[in-house]
Protein backbone atom coordinates (compact mmCIF):
# COMPACT_ATOMS: atom_id res chain seq x y z
CA UNK A 1 0.00 0.00 0.00
CA UNK A 2 1.04 3.20 -0.68
CA UNK A 3 -0.71 5.57 -0.48
CA UNK A 4 -4.27 5.66 2.25
CA UNK A 5 -6.31 8.16 3.90
CA UNK A 6 -8.23 7.66 7.15
CA UNK A 7 -11.25 9.38 8.03
CA UNK A 8 -10.55 12.47 6.04
CA UNK A 9 -13.20 15.05 6.72
CA UNK A 10 -13.66 18.81 5.78
CA UNK A 11 -15.83 21.66 5.80
CA UNK A 12 -15.73 25.04 4.37
CA UNK A 13 -17.52 27.43 6.81
CA UNK A 14 -20.67 25.63 7.50
CA UNK A 15 -20.41 23.26 4.57
CA UNK A 16 -18.95 20.23 5.03
CA UNK A 17 -17.05 18.89 1.75
CA UNK A 18 -15.63 15.55 3.00
CA UNK A 19 -17.15 13.33 5.87
CA UNK A 20 -14.62 10.60 7.23
CA UNK A 21 -13.30 9.72 3.63
CA UNK A 22 -11.26 6.28 3.95
CA UNK A 23 -9.08 5.11 1.07
CA UNK A 24 -6.01 3.14 -0.27
CA UNK A 25 -4.38 2.80 -3.12
CA UNK A 26 -1.58 0.36 -3.61
CA UNK A 27 1.26 -0.07 -5.73
CA UNK A 28 0.28 -0.83 -9.83
CA UNK A 29 -2.94 -0.42 -8.73
CA UNK A 30 -5.50 1.62 -10.74
CA UNK A 31 -8.20 2.94 -8.14
CA UNK A 32 -11.14 5.09 -9.52
CA UNK A 33 -13.28 7.79 -7.95
CA UNK A 34 -16.58 8.37 -9.21
CA UNK A 35 -19.01 10.49 -8.58
CA UNK A 36 -20.91 13.48 -9.77
CA UNK A 37 -20.15 17.08 -9.70
CA UNK A 38 -19.51 18.83 -6.63
CA UNK A 39 -19.49 15.36 -4.92
CA UNK A 40 -15.77 16.08 -3.09
CA UNK A 41 -13.96 14.29 -5.46
CA UNK A 42 -11.12 17.50 -6.00
CA UNK A 43 -11.08 18.45 -2.39
CA UNK A 44 -10.00 14.81 -1.81
CA UNK A 45 -7.40 14.90 -4.28
CA UNK A 46 -6.36 18.65 -3.29
CA UNK A 47 -5.79 16.99 0.17
CA UNK A 48 -3.73 14.31 -1.11
CA UNK A 49 -1.91 16.23 -2.77
CA UNK A 50 -1.25 19.13 0.21
CA UNK A 51 -2.49 21.60 -1.60
CA UNK A 52 -5.86 22.02 1.38
CA UNK A 53 -5.67 21.00 4.94
CA UNK A 54 -7.57 18.09 6.27
CA UNK A 55 -9.91 19.30 9.29
CA UNK A 56 -9.17 15.72 10.69
CA UNK A 57 -8.56 12.15 10.04
CA UNK A 58 -4.79 11.26 8.24
CA UNK A 59 -3.25 10.64 5.77
CA UNK A 60 -0.34 7.75 5.73
CA UNK A 61 2.11 7.59 2.43
CA UNK A 62 4.65 4.78 2.43
CA UNK A 63 7.54 5.88 -0.37
CA UNK A 64 10.81 6.70 -0.10
CA UNK A 65 10.62 8.09 -3.33
CA UNK A 66 11.94 12.48 -2.89
CA UNK A 67 8.35 12.69 -4.73
CA UNK A 68 5.98 10.17 -3.43
CA UNK A 69 2.84 11.83 -4.99
CA UNK A 70 2.60 13.21 -9.04
CA UNK A 71 -0.80 14.37 -10.19
CA UNK A 72 -2.74 16.16 -12.34
CA UNK A 73 -6.07 18.23 -10.56
CA UNK A 74 -8.52 19.15 -13.07
CA UNK A 75 -6.81 20.65 -16.34
CA UNK A 76 -3.06 20.05 -16.57
CA UNK A 77 -1.78 23.75 -15.36
CA UNK A 78 1.03 24.92 -18.11
CA UNK A 79 2.83 28.04 -18.80
CA UNK A 80 0.56 28.65 -22.23
CA UNK A 81 3.81 30.75 -23.25
CA UNK A 82 6.65 27.86 -22.76
CA UNK A 83 7.43 25.00 -25.25
CA UNK A 84 6.39 21.51 -24.00
CA UNK A 85 10.30 21.15 -23.68
CA UNK A 86 10.54 24.41 -21.15
CA UNK A 87 7.44 23.32 -19.17
CA UNK A 88 9.21 20.53 -18.56
CA UNK A 89 12.73 22.11 -17.61
CA UNK A 90 10.30 24.39 -15.43
CA UNK A 91 9.09 21.69 -13.91
CA UNK A 92 12.14 20.02 -13.31
CA UNK A 93 14.53 22.48 -12.45
CA UNK A 94 12.29 23.42 -9.50
CA UNK A 95 12.44 20.04 -8.22
CA UNK A 96 16.08 20.13 -8.36
CA UNK A 97 16.50 17.64 -11.25
CA UNK A 98 19.11 18.11 -14.05
CA UNK A 99 18.04 16.41 -17.37
CA UNK A 100 19.50 16.78 -20.63
CA UNK A 101 17.83 17.53 -24.07
CA UNK A 102 18.00 13.88 -24.37
CA UNK A 103 15.97 13.26 -21.24
CA UNK A 104 13.40 15.52 -22.27
CA UNK A 105 12.82 14.10 -25.55
CA UNK A 106 12.49 10.55 -24.10
CA UNK A 107 9.68 11.98 -21.97
CA UNK A 108 7.94 13.44 -24.18
CA UNK A 109 7.82 10.30 -26.60
CA UNK A 110 7.18 8.59 -23.79
CA UNK A 111 3.41 10.27 -23.49
CA UNK A 112 3.07 10.61 -27.15
CA UNK A 113 4.84 13.97 -27.63
CA UNK A 114 6.34 14.96 -30.53
CA UNK A 115 10.00 15.92 -29.27
CA UNK A 116 10.68 18.34 -32.09
CA UNK A 117 7.39 20.78 -31.48
CA UNK A 118 9.13 23.91 -29.87
CA UNK A 119 5.76 26.36 -30.32
CA UNK A 120 3.94 27.45 -27.36
CA UNK A 121 1.95 25.09 -25.29
CA UNK A 122 -0.84 27.55 -25.68
CA UNK A 123 -1.49 26.06 -29.42
CA UNK A 124 -1.69 22.67 -28.59
CA UNK A 125 -4.97 20.41 -27.85
CA UNK A 126 -6.27 19.30 -24.72
CA UNK A 127 -5.28 15.90 -25.25
CA UNK A 128 -2.07 17.40 -26.02
CA UNK A 129 -2.03 19.18 -22.63
CA UNK A 130 -3.09 15.87 -20.73
CA UNK A 131 -0.33 14.17 -21.93
CA UNK A 132 2.49 16.71 -20.97
CA UNK A 133 0.69 17.18 -18.14
CA UNK A 134 1.41 13.77 -17.58
CA UNK A 135 4.65 13.67 -18.10
CA UNK A 136 5.38 16.95 -15.90
CA UNK A 137 3.25 14.43 -13.10
CA UNK A 138 5.76 11.27 -13.93
CA UNK A 139 9.21 13.60 -13.39
CA UNK A 140 11.46 12.01 -10.55
CA UNK A 141 9.43 9.09 -10.38
CA UNK A 142 6.51 9.00 -8.31
CA UNK A 143 5.25 5.78 -6.43
CA UNK A 144 1.45 7.09 -6.85
CA UNK A 145 -0.39 9.61 -9.32
CA UNK A 146 -3.48 11.39 -8.93
CA UNK A 147 -5.60 12.32 -11.54
CA UNK A 148 -8.42 14.55 -11.15
CA UNK A 149 -10.80 14.21 -14.33
CA UNK A 150 -8.34 13.76 -16.71
CA UNK A 151 -10.29 12.96 -18.95
CA UNK A 152 -12.62 15.63 -19.60
CA UNK A 153 -12.26 17.73 -22.93
CA UNK A 154 -10.51 14.50 -24.50
CA UNK A 155 -12.33 13.07 -27.76
CA UNK A 156 -12.95 9.44 -27.79
CA UNK A 157 -9.61 8.35 -29.32
CA UNK A 158 -7.47 10.97 -26.62
CA UNK A 159 -9.47 9.02 -24.15
CA UNK A 160 -8.55 5.77 -25.22
CA UNK A 161 -4.99 6.86 -25.27
CA UNK A 162 -4.81 8.38 -22.19
CA UNK A 163 -6.38 5.41 -20.42
CA UNK A 164 -3.74 2.71 -22.08
CA UNK A 165 -1.20 4.99 -20.76
CA UNK A 166 -2.73 4.53 -17.41
CA UNK A 167 -2.48 0.87 -18.02
CA UNK A 168 1.20 0.85 -18.92
CA UNK A 169 1.85 3.19 -15.44
CA UNK A 170 0.38 0.57 -13.45
CA UNK A 171 0.85 -2.74 -14.64
CA UNK A 172 4.86 -1.93 -16.45
CA UNK A 173 5.65 0.41 -13.93
CA UNK A 174 4.61 -0.54 -10.91
CA UNK A 175 3.01 2.83 -9.95
CA UNK A 176 -0.06 3.07 -8.18
CA UNK A 177 -2.96 5.47 -10.07
CA UNK A 178 -5.75 6.86 -8.31
CA UNK A 179 -8.60 8.33 -10.73
CA UNK A 180 -11.43 10.08 -10.83
CA UNK A 181 -14.27 10.68 -13.29
CA UNK A 182 -17.66 11.46 -13.19
CA UNK A 183 -17.97 9.42 -16.15
CA UNK A 184 -18.82 5.41 -15.53
CA UNK A 185 -18.07 4.79 -19.03
CA UNK A 186 -14.29 6.12 -18.89
CA UNK A 187 -13.45 4.48 -15.30
CA UNK A 188 -15.58 1.51 -15.63
CA UNK A 189 -12.85 -0.87 -17.59
CA UNK A 190 -10.02 1.07 -16.63
CA UNK A 191 -10.20 0.23 -12.79
CA UNK A 192 -8.80 -2.68 -10.61
CA UNK A 193 -10.53 -0.81 -7.86
CA UNK A 194 -13.71 1.59 -7.50
CA UNK A 195 -14.68 4.12 -5.14
CA UNK A 196 -17.69 5.93 -5.06
CA UNK A 197 -18.56 9.29 -3.46
CA UNK A 198 -21.61 11.18 -3.04
CA UNK A 199 -22.17 14.14 -1.19
CA UNK A 200 -18.70 14.06 0.11
CA UNK A 201 -18.95 10.41 1.22
CA UNK A 202 -17.87 6.99 0.15
CA UNK A 203 -20.65 5.08 -0.26
CA UNK A 204 -19.70 2.42 -2.22
CA UNK A 205 -16.21 0.99 -2.49
CA UNK A 206 -14.78 -2.53 -3.90
CA UNK A 207 -13.74 -4.02 -6.95
CA UNK A 208 -14.69 -2.36 -9.56
CA UNK A 209 -17.02 -4.78 -11.49
CA UNK A 210 -18.47 -6.01 -8.25
CA UNK A 211 -19.09 -2.25 -7.54
CA UNK A 212 -20.30 -1.50 -10.79
CA UNK A 213 -22.61 -5.01 -10.75
CA UNK A 214 -24.37 -3.93 -7.47
CA UNK A 215 -25.66 -1.02 -9.44
CA UNK A 216 -26.34 -2.67 -12.72
CA UNK A 217 -29.83 -1.67 -13.63
CA UNK A 218 -29.89 -4.52 -16.43
CA UNK A 219 -27.82 -5.93 -19.52
CA UNK A 220 -28.03 -5.08 -23.11
CA UNK A 221 -27.38 -8.25 -25.22
CA UNK A 222 -26.17 -8.27 -28.75
CA UNK A 223 -26.44 -11.63 -30.70
CA UNK A 224 -29.12 -13.08 -32.96
CA UNK A 225 -32.57 -15.22 -32.03
CA UNK A 226 -33.02 -13.16 -29.44
CA UNK A 227 -36.42 -12.12 -30.01
CA UNK A 228 -37.76 -16.10 -30.19
CA UNK A 229 -36.06 -16.40 -26.86
CA UNK A 230 -38.25 -18.55 -24.74
CA UNK A 231 -35.91 -17.48 -21.74
CA UNK A 232 -35.90 -14.05 -22.70
CA UNK A 233 -39.51 -13.57 -23.20
CA UNK A 234 -40.36 -14.91 -19.47
CA UNK A 235 -38.24 -12.38 -18.29
CA UNK A 236 -38.28 -8.15 -18.42
CA UNK A 237 -36.99 -7.52 -21.52
CA UNK A 238 -37.30 -4.55 -24.14
CA UNK A 239 -36.20 -5.41 -27.62
CA UNK A 240 -34.45 -3.14 -29.81
CA UNK A 241 -32.74 -3.31 -33.40
CA UNK A 242 -30.40 -6.13 -33.05
CA UNK A 243 -29.68 -5.96 -29.25
CA UNK A 244 -32.13 -6.64 -26.05
CA UNK A 245 -32.11 -4.98 -22.72
CA UNK A 246 -32.37 -7.10 -20.29
CA UNK A 247 -33.95 -6.89 -16.96
CA UNK A 248 -32.74 -10.26 -14.76
CA UNK A 249 -34.82 -11.84 -12.00
CA UNK A 250 -33.03 -12.66 -9.15
CA UNK A 251 -31.36 -15.17 -11.17
CA UNK A 252 -27.59 -14.11 -11.54
CA UNK A 253 -26.65 -13.32 -15.24
CA UNK A 254 -24.22 -16.11 -15.53
CA UNK A 255 -26.71 -18.42 -15.08
CA UNK A 256 -29.19 -16.64 -17.78
CA UNK A 257 -26.56 -16.47 -20.64
CA UNK A 258 -26.06 -20.17 -20.17
CA UNK A 259 -29.26 -20.79 -20.48
CA UNK A 260 -29.65 -19.02 -23.47
CA UNK A 261 -26.08 -20.30 -25.39
CA UNK A 262 -26.23 -23.73 -24.37
CA UNK A 263 -29.98 -24.63 -24.20
CA UNK A 264 -31.74 -22.13 -26.75
CA UNK A 265 -29.07 -22.21 -29.41
CA UNK A 266 -28.91 -18.07 -29.24
CA UNK A 267 -25.62 -16.92 -30.87
CA UNK A 268 -24.52 -13.89 -28.34
CA UNK A 269 -21.79 -11.98 -29.29
CA UNK A 270 -21.91 -8.96 -26.57
CA UNK A 271 -23.54 -8.18 -23.42
CA UNK A 272 -22.63 -5.00 -21.73
CA UNK A 273 -23.80 -4.03 -18.05
CA UNK A 274 -25.97 -0.66 -18.01
CA UNK A 275 -25.69 0.87 -14.75
CA UNK A 276 -27.72 2.58 -13.15
CA UNK A 277 -26.17 6.19 -11.94
CA UNK A 278 -29.00 6.89 -9.69
CA UNK A 279 -28.50 3.54 -7.81
CA UNK A 280 -24.52 3.45 -7.94
CA UNK A 281 -24.96 7.35 -6.36
CA UNK A 282 -27.36 6.30 -3.78
CA UNK A 283 -25.83 5.47 -0.46
CA UNK A 284 -26.28 1.34 0.28
CA UNK A 285 -28.46 0.48 2.93
CA UNK A 286 -26.29 -0.76 5.64
CA UNK B 1 15.91 27.47 -3.58
CA UNK B 2 18.33 28.39 -5.95
CA UNK B 3 16.93 26.41 -8.68
CA UNK B 4 13.21 27.99 -8.14
CA UNK B 5 15.11 31.56 -8.08
CA UNK B 6 16.43 30.76 -11.43
CA UNK B 7 13.44 29.36 -12.57
CA UNK B 8 11.35 31.76 -11.69
CA UNK B 9 13.57 34.55 -13.55
CA UNK B 10 13.57 32.47 -17.19
CA UNK B 11 9.70 32.69 -16.46
CA UNK B 12 9.78 36.65 -15.73
CA UNK B 13 12.00 36.66 -18.78
CA UNK B 14 10.02 34.38 -21.18
CA UNK B 15 6.92 36.61 -20.23
CA UNK B 16 5.93 39.39 -23.13
CA UNK B 17 4.45 41.36 -19.98
CA UNK B 18 8.30 41.83 -18.74
CA UNK B 19 9.22 43.34 -21.90
CA UNK B 20 6.20 45.52 -22.40
CA UNK B 21 6.93 47.08 -18.83
CA UNK B 22 10.52 47.47 -20.38
CA UNK B 23 9.01 49.59 -23.04
CA UNK B 24 6.88 51.66 -20.67
CA UNK B 25 10.03 52.77 -18.79
CA UNK B 26 11.56 53.81 -22.03
CA UNK B 27 8.39 55.71 -22.95
CA UNK B 28 8.10 57.02 -20.14
CA UNK B 29 12.09 58.50 -20.50
CA UNK B 30 11.48 59.49 -23.96
CA UNK B 31 8.57 61.58 -23.23
CA UNK B 32 9.75 63.45 -20.26
CA UNK B 33 12.86 64.38 -22.68
CA UNK B 34 11.24 65.46 -25.57
CA UNK B 35 8.68 67.30 -23.22
CA UNK B 36 11.88 68.92 -21.59
CA UNK B 37 13.52 69.65 -25.28
CA UNK B 38 10.70 71.73 -26.11
CA UNK B 39 8.97 73.27 -23.12
CA UNK B 40 11.73 72.98 -20.59
CA UNK B 41 13.50 76.01 -21.72
CA UNK B 42 10.50 77.72 -21.10
CA UNK B 43 9.71 76.72 -17.86
CA UNK B 44 13.17 77.96 -16.20
CA UNK B 45 12.97 80.86 -18.21
CA UNK B 46 9.66 81.97 -15.79
CA UNK B 47 11.20 79.91 -12.99
CA UNK B 48 14.32 82.10 -13.00
CA UNK B 49 13.04 85.30 -14.88
CA UNK B 50 13.30 87.11 -10.88
CA UNK B 51 17.25 86.12 -10.33
CA UNK B 52 17.85 87.14 -13.60
CA UNK B 53 18.15 90.80 -12.30
CA UNK B 54 19.96 89.65 -9.56
CA UNK B 55 22.27 86.99 -10.59
CA UNK B 56 24.01 86.29 -13.92
CA UNK B 57 23.47 82.59 -15.07
CA UNK B 58 26.67 80.98 -17.10
CA UNK B 59 26.18 77.38 -18.85
CA UNK B 60 22.79 76.26 -20.03
CA UNK B 61 20.62 74.96 -17.39
CA UNK B 62 18.40 72.66 -19.64
CA UNK B 63 21.09 69.88 -19.34
CA UNK B 64 21.78 66.42 -18.21
CA UNK B 65 21.36 66.84 -14.50
CA UNK B 66 18.14 68.63 -15.13
CA UNK B 67 16.73 66.01 -17.45
CA UNK B 68 18.22 63.37 -14.55
CA UNK B 69 16.26 64.83 -12.20
CA UNK B 70 13.16 64.90 -14.07
CA UNK B 71 13.06 61.24 -14.81
CA UNK B 72 14.04 61.12 -11.15
CA UNK B 73 10.42 62.33 -10.47
CA UNK B 74 8.92 59.54 -12.29
CA UNK B 75 9.59 57.55 -8.98
CA UNK B 76 7.04 59.47 -7.16
CA UNK B 77 3.42 57.30 -9.53
CA UNK B 78 4.64 56.28 -12.87
CA UNK B 79 7.25 54.00 -11.97
CA UNK B 80 6.10 52.90 -8.99
CA UNK B 81 3.33 51.94 -10.62
CA UNK B 82 4.20 50.43 -13.68
CA UNK B 83 6.01 48.20 -11.01
CA UNK B 84 3.29 46.92 -8.88
CA UNK B 85 1.37 46.44 -12.08
CA UNK B 86 4.30 43.96 -13.30
CA UNK B 87 5.22 42.50 -10.11
CA UNK B 88 1.74 41.79 -8.26
CA UNK B 89 1.30 40.20 -11.93
CA UNK B 90 3.98 37.51 -11.05
CA UNK B 91 1.90 35.96 -8.89
CA UNK B 92 -2.11 36.74 -9.90
CA UNK B 93 -1.43 34.65 -13.68
CA UNK B 94 -0.02 31.84 -11.83
CA UNK B 95 -3.24 31.50 -9.64
CA UNK B 96 -5.22 32.36 -13.19
CA UNK B 97 -3.36 29.52 -15.05
CA UNK B 98 -3.18 27.70 -12.02
CA UNK B 99 0.51 27.04 -12.14
CA UNK B 100 1.21 27.88 -8.59
CA UNK B 101 -1.14 24.60 -7.78
CA UNK B 102 1.18 22.70 -10.34
CA UNK B 103 4.10 24.04 -8.76
CA UNK B 104 3.16 22.50 -5.51
CA UNK B 105 2.18 19.23 -6.74
CA UNK B 106 5.82 18.62 -6.93
CA UNK B 107 8.33 18.45 -3.71
CA UNK B 108 8.67 22.07 -3.44
CA UNK B 109 7.71 23.90 -0.25
CA UNK B 110 4.90 26.86 -0.56
CA UNK B 111 7.38 29.31 1.19
CA UNK B 112 10.12 28.51 -0.72
CA UNK B 113 8.01 29.03 -3.83
CA UNK B 114 6.44 32.46 -2.18
CA UNK B 115 9.98 33.25 -1.14
CA UNK B 116 11.82 32.72 -4.51
CA UNK B 117 8.81 35.14 -5.76
CA UNK B 118 9.76 38.06 -3.66
CA UNK B 119 13.42 37.85 -4.03
CA UNK B 120 12.69 37.70 -8.10
CA UNK B 121 10.66 40.74 -7.42
CA UNK B 122 13.34 42.20 -6.02
CA UNK B 123 15.85 41.07 -8.72
CA UNK B 124 13.20 42.33 -11.58
CA UNK B 125 12.70 45.73 -9.44
CA UNK B 126 16.65 46.47 -9.35
CA UNK B 127 17.02 45.62 -12.96
CA UNK B 128 14.43 48.11 -14.31
CA UNK B 129 15.80 50.83 -12.32
CA UNK B 130 19.28 49.65 -13.81
CA UNK B 131 17.68 50.18 -16.74
CA UNK B 132 16.13 53.26 -16.10
CA UNK B 133 19.37 54.45 -14.68
CA UNK B 134 21.48 53.48 -16.94
CA UNK B 135 19.57 54.83 -20.08
CA UNK B 136 18.61 57.70 -18.71
CA UNK B 137 22.06 58.72 -17.43
CA UNK B 138 22.96 57.73 -21.13
CA UNK B 139 20.85 59.64 -23.29
CA UNK B 140 20.81 62.52 -21.32
CA UNK B 141 24.46 63.32 -21.12
CA UNK B 142 24.79 62.20 -24.92
CA UNK B 143 21.54 64.37 -25.66
CA UNK B 144 22.04 67.81 -23.08
CA UNK B 145 25.34 68.08 -22.33
CA UNK B 146 26.61 68.36 -18.67
CA UNK B 147 25.96 71.12 -16.72
CA UNK B 148 24.71 72.72 -12.88
CA UNK B 149 21.62 71.86 -11.53
CA UNK B 150 18.74 74.22 -10.73
CA UNK B 151 15.92 72.60 -8.33
CA UNK B 152 12.72 74.30 -6.69
CA UNK B 153 12.47 73.15 -3.09
CA UNK B 154 11.07 75.15 -0.56
CA UNK B 155 12.61 77.32 -2.72
CA UNK B 156 15.42 76.95 -5.36
CA UNK B 157 18.59 75.04 -5.06
CA UNK B 158 21.92 75.04 -6.96
CA UNK B 159 24.09 72.06 -7.32
CA UNK B 160 27.64 72.23 -9.53
CA UNK B 161 27.68 69.76 -11.93
CA UNK B 162 29.52 67.42 -9.71
CA UNK B 163 27.76 67.47 -6.92
CA UNK B 164 24.70 67.39 -8.75
CA UNK B 165 25.80 64.11 -10.40
CA UNK B 166 26.76 62.88 -6.80
CA UNK B 167 23.41 63.67 -5.12
CA UNK B 168 21.66 62.58 -8.04
CA UNK B 169 22.94 59.13 -8.25
CA UNK B 170 22.29 58.92 -4.32
CA UNK B 171 18.93 59.79 -5.08
CA UNK B 172 17.94 57.01 -7.22
CA UNK B 173 19.67 54.41 -4.46
CA UNK B 174 17.62 56.15 -1.92
CA UNK B 175 14.70 55.82 -4.35
CA UNK B 176 15.04 52.55 -5.19
CA UNK B 177 14.43 50.82 -1.53
CA UNK B 178 10.67 53.26 -2.32
CA UNK B 179 10.15 51.33 -5.58
CA UNK B 180 11.01 48.24 -3.20
CA UNK B 181 8.77 48.93 -1.16
CA UNK B 182 6.47 49.45 -4.17
CA UNK B 183 7.23 46.22 -5.79
CA UNK B 184 6.90 44.35 -2.18
CA UNK B 185 4.11 45.40 -1.37
CA UNK B 186 2.37 44.57 -4.65
CA UNK B 187 3.31 41.17 -4.01
CA UNK B 188 1.59 40.70 -0.54
CA UNK B 189 -1.60 42.44 -2.08
CA UNK B 190 -1.35 39.67 -4.83
CA UNK B 191 -0.85 37.14 -1.68
CA UNK B 192 -3.90 38.83 -0.61
CA UNK B 193 -6.27 39.14 -2.81
CA UNK B 194 -5.27 36.60 -5.91
CA UNK B 195 -7.47 37.69 -8.95
CA UNK B 196 -5.43 40.56 -11.26
CA UNK B 197 -7.75 43.19 -11.48
CA UNK B 198 -8.42 43.62 -8.06
CA UNK B 199 -5.06 43.34 -7.50
CA UNK B 200 -4.07 45.83 -9.98
CA UNK B 201 -7.08 48.25 -8.48
CA UNK B 202 -6.21 47.74 -5.02
CA UNK B 203 -2.08 48.88 -5.91
CA UNK B 204 -3.40 51.85 -7.50
CA UNK B 205 -5.74 52.71 -4.31
CA UNK B 206 -2.51 52.04 -1.94
CA UNK B 207 0.15 54.25 -4.07
CA UNK B 208 -2.75 57.19 -4.53
CA UNK B 209 -3.06 57.06 -0.78
CA UNK B 210 0.40 56.78 0.27
CA UNK B 211 1.45 59.75 -2.13
CA UNK B 212 -1.57 61.72 -0.40
CA UNK B 213 -0.95 60.74 3.05
CA UNK B 214 2.48 61.36 2.70
CA UNK B 215 1.58 65.19 2.42
CA UNK B 216 -1.07 64.68 5.73
CA UNK B 217 -0.13 65.92 8.87
CA UNK B 218 -0.34 63.57 11.57
CA UNK B 219 0.06 65.68 14.54
CA UNK B 220 3.02 63.18 16.33
CA UNK B 221 6.34 62.97 15.21
CA UNK B 222 6.70 59.73 15.33
CA UNK B 223 3.51 59.04 12.80
CA UNK B 224 5.06 62.05 10.54
CA UNK B 225 8.86 60.74 10.84
CA UNK B 226 8.23 56.78 10.35
CA UNK B 227 4.62 56.19 9.35
CA UNK B 228 5.33 54.69 6.10
CA UNK B 229 3.76 56.80 3.70
CA UNK B 230 6.20 59.58 5.36
CA UNK B 231 9.15 57.44 4.19
CA UNK B 232 8.47 57.10 0.55
CA UNK B 233 9.99 60.33 -0.68
CA UNK B 234 13.15 60.18 1.29
CA UNK B 235 15.33 60.72 -1.86
CA UNK B 236 13.45 64.15 -2.48
CA UNK B 237 16.12 65.09 0.61
CA UNK B 238 19.20 64.70 -1.04
CA UNK B 239 18.19 68.14 -2.72
CA UNK B 240 18.19 70.18 0.24
CA UNK B 241 21.27 72.62 0.63
CA UNK B 242 22.57 70.64 3.95
CA UNK B 243 21.85 66.69 2.97
CA UNK B 244 20.56 65.23 6.20
CA UNK B 245 22.75 61.78 6.06
CA UNK B 246 21.29 60.71 9.38
CA UNK B 247 17.14 61.34 8.99
CA UNK B 248 17.80 59.48 5.63
CA UNK B 249 19.68 56.70 7.38
CA UNK B 250 17.41 56.31 9.73
CA UNK B 251 14.05 56.04 7.52
CA UNK B 252 15.68 54.26 4.85
CA UNK B 253 15.94 52.13 7.73
CA UNK B 254 12.33 52.01 8.50
CA UNK B 255 11.43 51.58 5.33
CA UNK B 256 13.43 48.53 4.79
CA UNK B 257 11.51 46.91 7.53
CA UNK B 258 8.33 48.07 6.42
CA UNK B 259 9.22 46.38 3.09
CA UNK B 260 10.31 43.24 5.46
CA UNK B 261 7.31 43.17 7.07
CA UNK B 262 4.95 43.06 4.24
CA UNK B 263 6.68 40.33 2.56
CA UNK B 264 7.00 38.66 5.66
CA UNK B 265 2.77 38.69 6.15
CA UNK B 266 2.62 37.58 2.31
CA UNK B 267 4.90 34.71 3.30
CA UNK B 268 2.57 34.03 6.44
CA UNK B 269 -0.48 34.18 4.22
CA UNK B 270 0.69 31.96 1.29
CA UNK B 271 2.11 29.39 3.86
CA UNK B 272 -1.40 29.32 5.76
CA UNK B 273 -3.67 29.59 3.42
CA UNK B 274 -4.94 26.28 1.00
CA UNK B 275 -4.58 26.16 -2.93
CA UNK B 276 -8.27 25.91 -3.94
Given amino acids: MILSARQVSKSYGARQVLKEVSLTCSEGEICGLIGPNGAGKSTLFRILMGLVSLDSGSLDLRSKS ?25 FSRIQGLTLTAKHYGALMEQVGLSPDRHDPVRNYSMGMKQRLGLAIAL ?18 IGIRAL ?13 GVLISSHNLVELGDLCDRLYVINQGEIIREGPAQKVLQAAARGYLLFGEGLQGSRVLNSLHVEYRKGSALLFPDSRPIGAIL ?13 CIPQTDLRTLFEKEAS | MRNLLLTELF ?3 RQRKTYYA ?17 QGREILEVLLENLKESFEFRGDLLNANLIIYLVLNSFWFHIPLIL ?22 QPVSKWQLIVSKYLAALIFTVFILAVLVGSTFLLSYALFGKGDLVVFLEGLSFFESREALRRLILAFLTGSLTMVFYAVVSLTLAVLLQEATVTWIVAALFLIGTTLLLRLDFHSDLLNTYFFPKLTDTWQSL ?3 EVPNGVILRKNAALGAYTFLFALIGIWVFQKRDIK
Avoid at chain 1, 71 to 87: H, T
Avoid at chain 1, 139 to 156: A, K, M, R, T, W
Fill in chain 1, 66 to 90: PKPLGGIIEKPALYGYLSARENLRV
Fill in chain 1, 258 to 270: NELTREEGVTLRG
Fill in chain 2, 239 to 241: FYP
Fill in chain 2, 11 to 13: KIF
Fill in chain 2, 22 to 38: IAAVFVLEAFIMVSAYY
Fill in chain 1, 163 to 175: QDQVRTLAGKRGI
Fill in chain 2, 84 to 105: MIVVSGFLTSEYKDRTVEAILL
Fill in chain 1, 139 to 156: LNNPDCVILDEPFSGLDP
